[in-house]
């Protein structure tokens, strides 16, 4: 499946005025949304081990990785999708663990139990892969080849983590919708979402057996100081002192969302939208289907000329391979 794509940039000054625009133009009310994409970087280490189930598609791509997007919508103004789509959730050495809910079980960790039930178990995640965009030129419009598919696995990272794929990052796009013939209209705003940061997994004790079971030796022990602020060279070494080595947690979706989207944080500090008119085409190989796509969607562009100015996306900023 090949995606044909226009851009603008709507100041938030004329917001209200494209809106209205394009509810005359698509002769329907503006459709509010909220859509939760969390990125995924591919683990080159697993997925180019031998035996690996990507390594045919990493192969057939002569050897480039591509950053995978999880997506989720909420038909809502404000409502953010929630992860995961289970309940409770635990982290044990900086692992995420999921259990599924119990019976008369409420709120837990910030998630929402009661309220939401009907469509965390209806709406499931969706991953999508978006290539490099086409060198510009040769179209009027921006085409890349794509696709998406369905994940049921509730447990998304585990899901990823089998195909060799890492949690890197989120964020959420809200705004409203419209769609005109084949052509579908976006004008939102990314926002930024905070990762989510396991507890580090706690030590065992390691104090010597000897002195947990002579409280002679472990008040002498405690008598002396354990660290000398000064030492003699001829001494030699000093004696083995214990250190705390922690590593970095490994981050994880946030379950911990705000109340309402609106209390998101903007990427674009100054407030302005991004207008998307897309056209996807089920079979790209065939002439006439992308002839016709890129028809309607440069009617549309002439449409709205004079309002907004519909432009060629920029190649590298589309780009989704891993560097």
């Not at 390594?55 to 404000?78: C, H, P, T, W």
């Not at 960790?109 to 060198?135: I, N, S, Y």
């Not at 794929?165 to 705003?189: A, F, W």
Request: proline share 9%.
């Amino acid at each position: 499946m090949h995606e044909l794509l226009l851009f603008a940039q709507v100041p938030s000054s004329q917001k209200y005025h494209v809106l209205q625009v394009l509810a005359g133009v698509a002769a329907m009310q503006p459709q509010p949304f909220v859509e939760r994409r969390i990125i995924f970087k591919p683990n080159r280490q697993v997925i180019t081990k031998q035996g690996h189930p990507k390594n045919a598609f990493f192969a057939q791509m002569k050897g480039e990785l591509y950053y995978l997007q999880a997506v989720k919508i909420s038909e809502s103004r404000d409502k953010i999708p929630k992860f995961p789509s289970l309940s409770k959730r635990n982290e044990v050495n900086g692992e995420a663990k999921f259990e599924p809910k119990r019976e008369g079980e409420g709120m837990d960790e910030g998630l929402e139990v009661d309220g939401v039930e009907d469509e965390e178990k209806t709406a499931a995640w969706t991953l999508e892969f978006r290539d490099l965009p086409d060198v510009p030129g040769k179209r009027p419009v921006t085409s890349r080849l794509m696709a998406s598919m369905e994940i049921s696995d509730p447990d998304l990272v585990g899901y990823m983590r089998g195909l060799g794929y890492d949690y890197t990052s989120e964020y959420v796009l809200r705004g409203e919708r419209y769609t005109h013939n084949s052509v579908q209209i976006l004008v939102h705003q990314p926002c930024l979402l905070l990762m989510y940061f396991p507890p580090p997994p706690q030590k065992p004790d390691t104090q010597p057996q000897s002195q947990a079971e002579d409280p002679s030796a472990q008040d002498s022990s405690n008598s002396q100081p354990q660290i000398q602020s000064q030492s003699d060279p001829s001494s030699g070494p000093p004696q083995s002192t214990t250190a705390t080595i922690t590593s970095t947690p490994t981050p994880l979706p946030n379950s911990a969302l705000p109340p309402s989207a609106v209390d998101l944080e903007t990427l674009d500090s100054s407030g302005s939208f991004i207008l998307q008119a897309s056209v996807r085409v089920q079979d790209g190989s065939k002439p006439e289907m992308m002839t016709r796509g890129i028809s309607e969607l440069v009617s549309f562009r002439d449409l709205m000329r004079g309002v907004v100015e519909l432009e060629v996306g920029d190649r590298l900023a589309l780009d989704t391979r891993v560097r």
